[in-house]
């Protein structure tokens, strides 16, 4: 059962644009919600991550927005650029010490 | 900092053989350490949960005589792929955290193919 969604599966965006992505879970036990970054053959890396006691998070050109009340949270990538293209998921965890639920992660083409 | 060392990148081998792929934390101590596999365009789905000295936890559907975990030290981790088929094949990966509410660091994975 996937317990965090995420949407869309794969995204197309031109070079400078702003790519979004979205996930939405039901667990209202999640209490810590990151997003990485995964290039072919390679680990995740963590890009950036948001606990439920803000509304938005901003890092360089990535910004995380979540809305406690509809149980969502977005990414945001700022002036999108080729080297962005890689497979982006959203996650979340209960507690600390418990494995992160992943969203199915979405494509992103940044085209130039 | 947070570096996370995965051990081979890729094994090929035939089946029935078994498979170790080590995990290490190189800058902090791992208090645990998570198993993941992924299949192609798919997303990471945990098989185990360990905690240094600990027995590990496996999730629902994942053989624990077939996948052994051992954590053994705060920095090292092994998964054994015991009598590998070719469903076997795939993209394993681990984390490690200090807990504590503390990110999780993954390791840039371990291609297995059984032949």
């Known amino acids: 059962q996937q317990q965090v969604k995420q949407s869309p599966q794969s995204l197309i965006v031109q070079k400078g644009g702003i790519s979004i992505i979205n996930c939405a879970y039901e667990?209202?036990?999640?209490?810590?919600f990151p997003w990485y970054q995964q290039f072919p053959g390679k680990g995740p890396a963590l890009l950036i991550a948001?606990?439920?006691?803000?509304s938005e998070k901003k890092e360089g050109r990535f910004t995380i927005s979540f809305n406690k009340s509809a149980k969502q949270f977005s990414l945001h990538i700022m002036d999108s650029q080729p080297g962005d293209s890689a497979t982006y998921f959203c996650?979340?965890?209960?507690?600390?010490?418990?494995?992160?639920?992943f969203g199915k992660g979405t494509s992103l083409l940044v085209t130039p | 900092g947070a570096v996370v060392s995965q051990h081979p990148s890729r094994v090929i081998c035939k089946s029935g053989t078994s498979v170790k792929i080590e995990c290490r934390s190189l800058?902090?101590?791992?208090?645990?350490m998570f198993w993941y596999r992924q299949f192609p365009k798919q997303s990471l789905m945990l098989m185990a949960t360990?905690?240094?000295?600990?027995?590990?936890?496996?999730e629902q559907g994942v053989e624990k005589d077939k996948f052994l975990i051992n954590h053994a030290s705060l920095t090292l981790s092994t998964l054994t792929v015991t009598s590998a088929h070719p469903e076997d094949s795939s993209f394993y990966i681990c984390?490690?955290?200090?807990?504590?509410?503390?990110?999780?660091?993954f390791g840039d994975g371990t291609r297995l193919s059984i032949l």
């Open positions: 948001i606990r439920p006691d803000v």
């Open positions: 984390s490690g955290s200090t807990g504590g509410g503390q990110p999780q660091h």
């Open positions: 667990n209202t036990a999640f209490d810590y």
């Open positions: 360990s905690n240094e000295g600990s027995k590990a936890t496996y």
């Open positions: 996650a979340a965890r209960v507690n600390s010490g418990y494995a992160l639920n």
């Open positions: 800058d902090f101590q791992a208090t645990t």
